[in-house]
């Protein structure tokens, strides 16, 4: 029987508020989160896990993370979460205390290890500032944890992405080091896919030699103005979440991203009829 493949679902920027409130005064993000829930849980094959990429709350607030774990409560997979430029590291801790942290105090970063595959969780976050940064014990980290076993494949998944898209109000807030993380990027091969978010909408480039992606939100997606044309804005576009899936193989395997869009759609239905034949 071939290896099985490890299926990772992302999700990302939930902005939970506290039960009853709108982002912007419009955005209902728990409805939007609980429709996420829902997909996720209905879709088959399950994933082995979910993967929030950063911006769990909004504010943020305590209670805004006690409203976030009622919300994922009925989530049939588990799940970790990192930190966003709208999260704050000691309450994530405090709501999520049993997750492996590599330190017990400062960044949340995080290494899990899945069949044949590693993840690498950091922390971009920096108090008080919507840019995203990795500090030093980070990079360090990060580098160790790529050198100490370089056959594995490993995805890296952050809330900062390390490129411009082109979203002028994005680009002023992405992660400013990301010099930094290209070179260790470079010097690990492994590496075979970078995971961010942010930016609220499916977004794909090459980072360091490495395929790089935004994921897109549950709930309302940043205008996509490539030309200055209007104040920051949002809008309520299609929801979904990624689905990153890894294949077992030579080398470092084969990873594979699909979007998953989150809503009642028609289907699936046949191609084919009973007497076999395209209808
Ligand atoms: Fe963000």
Not at 12 to 29: C, E, F, M, N
Not at 267 to 274: D, V
Request: charged share 20%.
């Amino acid at each position: 029987m071939p290896p099985k493949p490890v299926r990772i679902a992302q999700i990302s920027d939930l902005h939970i508020k506290q039960p009853g409130k709108l982002a912007y005064g419009r955005v209902d993000t728990a409805r939007a989160l609980e429709r996420c829930v829902t997909a996720l849980n209905e879709f088959l094959p399950q994933p082995d896990l979910v993967v929030i990429s950063g911006d769990l709350a909004d504010t943020p607030k305590p209670e805004e993370y006690d409203h976030l774990k009622r919300l994922l409560t009925p989530l049939k997979r588990p799940f970790v979460g990192i930190p966003g430029n709208h999260d704050a590291r000691e309450m994530m801790r405090a709501a999520f205390p049993d997750a492996g942290y590599a330190f017990s105090s400062g960044p949340l970063n995080q290494k899990l290890e899945t069949d044949g595959l590693d993840l690498l969780l950091l922390d971009s976050s920096v108090a008080g500032e919507p840019y995203g940064e990795l500090d030093a014990p980070t990079l360090r980290w990060l580098d160790t944890m790529l050198a100490s076993s370089p056959d594995r494949p490993a995805l890296l998944f952050l809330h900062h992405p390390p490129f411009i898209t082109g979203i002028w109000h994005m680009d002023r807030q992405n992660l400013r080091n990301a010099g930094d993380l290209a070179s260790i990027v470079r010097r690990h091969p492994r590496v075979q896919l970078i995971a961010t978010g942010h930016v609220h909408r499916a977004t794909l480039t090459m980072f360091a030699g490495v395929p790089t992606t935004i994921c897109p939100a549950p709930n309302h997606a940043v205008d996509l103005d490539l030309e200055q044309l209007r104040p920051p804005s949002f809008r309520v576009e299609h929801p979904a979440f990624h689905l990153h899936s890894w294949f077992p193989g030579e080398g470092f395997g084969n990873l594979v991203t699909h979007q998953v869009p989150i809503g009642d759609f028609d289907g699936p239905r046949p191609f084919f009829g009973p007497d076999g034949k395209l209808l």
